[in-house]
């Protein structure tokens, strides 16, 4: 059984830093592309990053340059280090295995499992 465990997520001023995790069990990181999605309310989940086991990644253009997507395989875990947070940052974090390519990392529809999420709030 596959469980991704989200956590990090928190309250932060405008221009702080959070550094969420997705803890993997059930499941080998090093074999398949994962991402990290955001949903805030009222507003349809965005795809925020993606890594695939080849180590490249992708980005929305909105994080570009203030995220990092990045995975330790021999902890089964995926980060995200967000820096310079905005206030249109806040939303629910939510951490996806199992896209077929970095390329479809803004597609949740093909991601086969998902998190619980973790809130993050930036004011």
């Known amino acids: 059984q596959v469980q991704l465990v989200e956590s990090g997520g928190g309250s932060v001023q405008a221009g702080g830093s959070l550094n969420l995790s997705c803890t993997a069990s059930?499941?080998?990181?090093?074999?398949?592309?994962m991402g990290w999605f955001r949903q805030a309310p009222g507003k349809e989940r965005e795809g925020v990053a993606a890594i695939d086991s080849d180590g490249s990644t992708s980005y929305a253009d909105s994080v570009k340059g203030r995220f990092t997507i990045s995975q330790d395989n021999a902890k089964n875990t995926l980060y995200l280090q967000m820096n310079s947070l905005k206030p249109e940052d806040t939303a629910m974090y939510y951490c996806a295995a199992d896209c077929p390519t970095v390329g479809d990392g803004s597609r949740a529809a093909v991601f086969g499992y998902w998190g619980q999420g973790t809130q993050v709030t930036v004011s």
């Open positions: 059930g499941y080998a990181n090093s074999r398949h592309c």
